[in-house]
């Protein structure tokens, strides 16, 4: 049904008609004769030599379309991670956005749909951008790079994309409504694997530029309040903890001069999060971008406070003290943004989450292991109690760097060249993989999988550029790849890790979060003011719910 398929596949679609039209001679002569025996043995050709040779055919045409819809994942990689009939749904409607906007979806984390511009080819411009994005009757707010849409619908009014029309994509919209305008148009006149992957390039050059002018705005001394509403919830993030970093190195070099100044930068920081809940309460609460960015803003605040004043009671005095350098800090420099703790670090990634992100690392006291083994190219095996815990783990990890995450959870039926499909995606692009119970694999496809990480991991060790799978494809690799897998670990039992995986993969045991703080950050969101009295009691009915309950109804 694609044109441009049939075109690049000629010999193939011939083949495939012949077949096609044998295949129908063959049913209406079967169904006009009336006597069984005639029907299969009668003719010329026996009836199993002419459906043993249209199988051989048919087979012949599969691998030729297999061969062509990896050529196409090798131009865009995030084509590994559906179908062949997702991709090949999506390369027959490549003229209609609106019949792939699903599959954009699987391959964009968090995006919603594309925002497009239409304008004529004879020069005049018909783009019009309420008219793409929202319905006569929703809104449309637009700031300085930003524009936050309500309730939208996006191509529900659209104009049909006709031969004389250019269609180009201007930026992309995120589940809960933010719409990112691109820095330059992506067109979409050639073919989707070209468009998707401009879109892809597009939208992390976008969010680079505005790291670095969120990062001018703050030194210029602008307030948060400005540049919050300016920019998209996962910059404003990620400049408050570059900025957070660039206050408590600076107050912690000058408290050999001034040994008030970390508690200097300790009254800043409370000081915001005391007067930001009233704030949010009095902000309408129709405009969810907006309240999603200060939340999230006021929850990585108070963890701010409380690592800072936590500095203060330690009294460090040196940036070189590990009390310092365990801390998940954020540096911003010519080669862009980067997570770094200890002596270890991870280049930001900007993938776009929206407003669907948790920079909050001192959650997780897992994140110098993490950070350690993505370094030395390992993979890390996460246990724990609760599989959302164990997979929000790695969500956090990703989301503080940036990172596309790609979370597979296994069965008895997945078969292993998907796995190796997954794989290679994986590698060619440099995303991350999260493999959920893998123990629930065959014996047979946890050895192809941990024979393909163990070549994949060990050329990387070797700063190898490209590798050989078990299956003979050669994959090129990206230094940026990394991969998980979690295992189940309870009262009553505690899944061994293979033995096939426990040379490549190091293992971690999820700590205990701060409940604490957690309970103490949503009281302060939800705006009470006693929040450390509501901690108390709500801590107390935890207790006194766990005296009642068994271990094994805690568990569930």
């Given at each position: 049904?694609?044109?441009?398929?049939?075109?690049?596949?000629?010999?193939?679609?011939?083949?495939?008609?012949?077949?096609?039209?044998?295949?129908?001679?063959?049913?209406?002569?079967?169904?006009?004769?009336?006597?069984?025996?005639?029907?299969?043995?009668?003719?010329?050709?026996?009836?199993?030599?002419?459906?043993?040779?249209?199988?051989?055919?048919?087979?012949?045409?599969?691998?030729?379309?297999?061969?062509?819809?990896?050529?196409?994942?090798?131009?865009?990689?995030?084509?590994?991670?559906?179908?062949?009939?997702?991709?090949?749904?999506?390369?027959?409607?490549?003229?209609?956005?609106?019949?792939?906007?699903?599959?954009?979806?699987?391959?964009?984390?968090?995006?919603?749909?594309?925002?497009?511009?239409?304008?004529?080819?004879?020069?005049?411009?018909?783009?019009?951008?309420?008219?793409?994005?929202?319905?006569?009757?929703?809104?449309?707010?637009?700031?300085?790079?930003?524009?936050?849409?309500?309730?939208?619908?996006?191509?529900?009014?659209?104009?049909?994309?006709?031969?004389?029309?250019?269609?180009?994509?201007?930026?992309?919209?995120?589940?809960?409504?933010?719409?990112?305008?691109?820095?330059?148009?992506?067109?979409?006149?050639?073919?989707?694997?070209?468009?998707?992957?401009?879109?892809?390039?597009?939208?992390?050059?976008?969010?680079?530029?505005?790291?670095?002018?969120?990062?001018?705005?703050?030194?210029?001394?602008?307030?948060?309040?400005?540049?919050?509403?300016?920019?998209?919830?996962?910059?404003?993030?990620?400049?408050?903890?570059?900025?957070?970093?660039?206050?408590?190195?600076?107050?912690?070099?000058?408290?050999?001069?001034?040994?008030?100044?970390?508690?200097?930068?300790?009254?800043?920081?409370?000081?915001?999060?005391?007067?930001?809940?009233?704030?949010?309460?009095?902000?309408?609460?129709?405009?969810?971008?907006?309240?999603?960015?200060?939340?999230?803003?006021?929850?990585?605040?108070?963890?701010?406070?409380?690592?800072?004043?936590?500095?203060?009671r330690k009294k460090i005095k040196e940036i070189t003290d590990f009390e310092w350098l365990k801390n998940p800090r954020y540096y911003l420099d010519d080669n862009g943004a980067k997570l770094v703790v200890s002596e270890y670090s991870v280049n930001y990634g900007c993938e776009y989450f929206g407003c669907n992100q948790t920079l909050n690392p001192q959650r997780d006291k897992n994140t110098l292991v993490l950070v350690k083994a993505i370094n030395q190219c390992t993979g890390v095996a996460i246990s724990g109690e609760s599989p959302v815990s164990r997979e929000?783990?790695?969500?956090?990890?990703?989301?503080?760097?940036?990172?596309?995450?790609?979370?597979?959870?296994?069965?008895?039926?997945?078969?292993?060249?998907?796995?190796?499909?997954?794989?290679?995606?994986?590698?060619?692009?440099?995303?991350?993989?999260?493999?959920?119970?893998?123990?629930?694999?065959?014996?047979?496809?946890?050895?192809?999988?941990?024979?393909?990480?163990?070549?994949?991991?060990?050329?990387?060790?070797?700063?190898?550029?490209?590798?050989?799978?078990?299956?003979?494809?050669?994959?090129?690799?990206?230094?940026?790849?990394?991969?998980?897998?979690?295992?189940?670990?309870?009262?009553?039992?505690?899944?061994?890790?293979?033995?096939?995986?426990?040379?490549?993969?190091?293992?971690?045991?999820?700590?205990?979060?701060?409940?604490?703080?957690?309970?103490?950050?949503?009281?302060?969101?939800?705006?009470?003011?006693?929040?450390?009295?509501?901690?108390?009691?709500?801590?107390?009915?935890?207790?006194?719910?766990?005296?009642?309950?068994?271990?094994?109804?805690?568990?569930?």
């Amino acid at each position: 049904s694609l044109p441009a398929t049939r075109h690049q596949l000629p010999h193939e679609t011939k083949r495939f008609h012949v077949i096609d039209k044998t295949w129908s001679k063959l049913m209406k002569r079967s169904f006009e004769t009336k006597n069984l025996i005639q029907c299969c043995h009668g003719g010329d050709t026996p009836k199993g030599t002419i459906l043993s040779h249209l199988s051989d055919q048919l087979d012949y045409c599969q691998r030729s379309l297999g061969d062509y819809l990896n050529d196409k994942r090798k131009l865009f990689p995030r084509f590994y991670y559906i179908s062949d009939s997702m991709l090949l749904a999506v390369l027959s409607s490549y003229h209609n956005i609106e019949d792939i906007s699903p599959y954009i979806r699987a391959m964009f984390k968090n995006t919603h749909s594309v925002v497009l511009s239409y304008s004529a080819d004879s020069g005049q411009d018909e783009q019009c951008q309420t008219h793409l994005v929202a319905n006569s009757s929703q809104t449309l707010t637009v700031t300085d790079g930003m524009t936050s849409v309500d309730d939208v619908t996006l191509y529900s009014d659209a104009p049909a994309w006709t031969g004389g029309t250019t269609v180009t994509a201007i930026g992309i919209s995120s589940v809960e409504g933010e719409v990112l305008n691109f820095n330059r148009e992506v067109s979409l006149t050639e073919g989707v694997e070209v468009w998707l992957n401009g879109l892809l390039t597009v939208t992390q050059e976008t969010l680079t530029d505005r790291i670095y002018e969120i990062d001018r705005d703050m030194k210029k001394g602008i307030s948060v309040e400005d540049y919050v509403h300016t920019y998209p919830c996962q910059v404003v993030l990620l400049g408050f903890c570059i900025q957070w970093t660039r206050d408590c190195e600076t107050a912690i070099l000058d408290n050999k001069t001034d040994r008030r100044a970390v508690l200097n930068v300790a009254k800043k920081y409370s000081s915001f999060v005391n007067k930001m809940p009233a704030f949010i309460s009095r902000m309408m609460k129709d405009n969810r971008v907006a309240v999603a960015k200060w939340e999230n803003l006021l929850s990585l605040a108070i963890n701010a406070r409380e690592v800072t004043e936590d500095f203060q009671r330690k009294k460090i005095k040196e940036i070189t003290d590990f009390e310092w350098l365990k801390n998940p800090r954020y540096y911003l420099d010519d080669n862009g943004a980067k997570l770094v703790v200890s002596e270890y670090s991870v280049n930001y990634g900007c993938e776009y989450f929206g407003c669907n992100q948790t920079l909050n690392p001192q959650r997780d006291k897992n994140t110098l292991v993490l950070v350690k083994a993505i370094n030395q190219c390992t993979g890390v095996a996460i246990s724990g109690e609760s599989p959302v815990s164990r997979e929000e783990t790695v969500r956090n990890l990703a989301s503080m760097c940036g990172r596309f995450l790609l979370t597979l959870h296994c069965s008895s039926q997945t078969t292993s060249e998907s796995l190796i499909k997954v794989l290679t995606g994986l590698s060619e692009e440099g995303s991350w993989g999260c493999f959920s119970h893998v123990l629930r694999l065959s014996e047979e496809t946890l050895q192809v999988l941990a024979q393909c990480i163990h070549i994949i991991l060990g050329n990387l060790q070797q700063k190898n550029e490209e590798c050989s799978l078990v299956n003979g494809q050669v994959v090129s690799l990206n230094s940026n790849f990394a991969v998980f897998t979690t295992k189940t670990t309870n009262f009553y039992r505690t899944e061994p890790l293979p033995d096939c995986l426990k040379g490549m993969f190091r293992l971690i045991s999820i700590s205990n979060p701060n409940i604490n703080l957690i309970i103490k950050t949503l009281m302060t969101i939800l705006g009470f003011k006693s929040g450390k009295i509501l901690m108390d009691r709500l801590l107390m009915v935890k207790k006194l719910t766990a005296l009642q309950l068994k271990p094994k109804d805690l568990s569930t």
